[in-house]
Structure formats: C-alpha cells, structure tokens
C-alpha cells in the first residue's frame, strides 16, 4: 500500500470561500454551514487528488484543510475556532465519502497569543468523535512574525499532553505568511521546518514527553543540507546524538521536488524516519521541463532512489505511515 501522509484541500468547493469571506466581513460567528453538497465534494476531487491517485499510483492519502487557508492570524480566536470547525467537518465528508481514499487531519483553532490549551476541545472531538488521525500544528500562529514561545516551551505542554494521551502526531505547519519579507510556500514554509527541528535540538521536549511525535514536512526544509551543522550544534550544547535526542520521536516527509534533493533526503536521515508525501495540488503544480514529469510526482523520485532497498521502500510508503499514525486503520 502507498500511503501519502501530507494532502490539504486545496480544490475545497467555492461554498466554503464564500462562507469565509462572510465570516471575516461581519467578523461573527454564528452563522449556518456552508451550502455545499456531496456532489460538488466529489466534483472537486474526482479530477484533482482522485485522478492523480489513480495515475500515479498511490491508494491513499492522509487529508487536512488547505494549509495556507488556516490563517490563525486573522481574526480573534473565535473567528479562528469556527473556522477551524468548518474545515474539519469539511474534511470529515470528504473521508465519509471516499473512506478508502483519504484519512482525516485536522486543523486545529490557534490564534497568536492564545494558549494552545483551547485546541483541545476540537482536537478531541476531530478524533473521538470524528475519526482523525492526526492533526497539523503552526509553531507560528502570528503568520511570519513568529511572536508565540518555541516549541520545547512549557506554554505548548498541554497540547502535547493531550497529543500523547490520544496518541496523536502533529505535523508541523505553519500557514500563510503576512510578512512581506516571506513568501508563504518558497520562505515560510521552509523556514519554519528548519526553526522547528532547531528549536527541538535546543530543548529536551521528549524526556518530558517520550510517545510524542511530529512530522516535519517538506522534507524538512534546511535540515538535511544541513545535517552537520545541527549535529555540531547539539555537540555544542551537550545534547545526546540526534539519533537519541530526537530521532525516536521526529520524522520527515518526502515532499521535495527533484531527484538530488530526495537522494539527499534518503543518504542523511535513515528510512525509519521517513514517511511518504507530495501534497499534490499544493504549492508547485507544474510540469518539470528537464524531466517532463509533475514536480510533485514524488513517487517517482523514491522509486528511482539508487540504492534504496526494497524493504526501505515499504517502510518509507507504508510501515511509517503506520507506525507513526497508529489510528490510521486500512
């Protein structure tokens, strides 16, 4: 089975835009559902992610709200937590509908400076009531401006704890940036992927929390390139090898958009800590002109990998999946 842990919504019907824009033009929240039926749901998939699916290769994906749409800047936190509320519901009929396709995440109503602790109640609902899977966690809510404590701060803990006790991972995503000087999915994204793997060498967040797990996406920005530096980094601070320090608990996706960055990917961090992604229909949709093939076809890229061993393609496709995401049920 080849299991692609990061897709967000991205074909999401106009009825869930048109709620938006209403709700951030009066700024109130006590509106209905938006007007969208389970045809236009499938008339949004059956020729983006369900297509691509069917002529790639892959059996199924793990689905959350279109990443750069959070926008836990905008508004206050009850805009945020309505929100929020939509887009899980949305994702929620999507996974009901195509039970054997997609698997939810979730999207969870932060808001800067406001405590992760008024996550929970729609993380809990999302999975117990829901189904979920997992959820997607924004190191930096302010959008761009990264005003909220690091990752290994105490403010995060009871969200980690609630994580832990569901069993829950978080993969680590920020959303779109309000800052000029960062371009959402060329900076932002990348930048935050690197900040948060720092961030977790400074600190000793799994003594504290030895179950929790997150995935860094993007295959984790900077940090492979830049594998030396971190370990020297972590030497300096009397931090144990990233093996121990963070490895048991860390894990990256594949989300890297040419052959030399996946074999790159593959050299430095080991297959266990590998998970398969392209978050197709994401931030590059184009056709590569050197090879002729989708950018985000990454599929192509592990199986083209030299090297790579049959059993270290099973576990890059599908054992991590499963493993990192024990409520993902096939």
């Known amino acids: 089975m080849i299991i692609d842990i990061h897709g967000h919504y991205t074909t999401a019907p106009e009825g869930l835009w048109a709620w938006r824009k209403n709700q951030l033009s009066s700024l109130k929240n006590s509106f209905s559902k ?50 929020s509320r939509v887009c899980n519901e949305l994702i929620h009929r999507v996974c ?22 008024d996550c929970i109640a729609e993380l809990e609902r999302c999975v117990n ?76 967040l799994f003594k504290d929390f030895p179950t929790l797990k997150f995935v860094i996406p993007h295959g984790g920005g900077a940090v492979p390139y830049h594998w030396g530096r971190y370990r020297g980094l972590a030497q300096d601070m009397k931090k144990p090898l990233l093996q121990e320090h963070l490895l048991k608990n860390v894990y990256f ?34 056709i590569d002109p050197e090879t002729g093939h989708y950018f985000d076809d990454t599929r192509r890229y592990i199986e083209n990998a030299a090297g790579l061993s049959a059993a270290d393609k099973k576990k890059i496709f599908e054992g991590n999946a499963r493993k990192v995401y024990p409520r993902f049920k096939s």
């Open 34 to 83: 938006p007007k969208i039926s389970d045809q236009e749901i499938r008339d949004s998939l059956e020729g983006a992610q369900l297509r691509i699916q069917r002529e790639r290769g892959s059996d199924l994906t793990f689905f959350s709200p279109r990443a750069g749409s959070m926008e836990h800047h905008v508004g206050d936190a009850a805009v945020s937590r309505d929100w």
């Open 253 to 286: 996706d594949t989300c890297v958009y040419h052959q030399p960055g996946i074999d790159l990917l593959l050299k430095v961090i080991p297959a266990d800590n590998i998970l398969f992604a392209s978050e197709m229909v994401g931030a590059v949709r184009g």
């Open 129 to 204: 009531e829901l189904g979920f899977i997992g959820c997607n966690l924004n190191p930096d809510p302010s959008g761009g401006h990264w005003k909220e404590p690091p990752l290994i701060d105490k403010w995060w803990y009871p969200l980690y704890e609630k994580l832990a006790e569901l069993d829950v991972p978080a993969m680590v995503h920020v959303s779109s940036s309000c800052n000029p000087a960062f371009h959402f999915t060329g900076a932002h994204y990348i930048n935050a992927d690197t900040t948060a793997f720092m961030q977790l060498i400074q600190g000793d």
């Open 96 to 117: 009901s509908l195509y039970p054997a396709n997609f698997a939810a995440v979730c999207q969870l109503p932060q808001s800067p400076g406001v405590t992760p602790k």
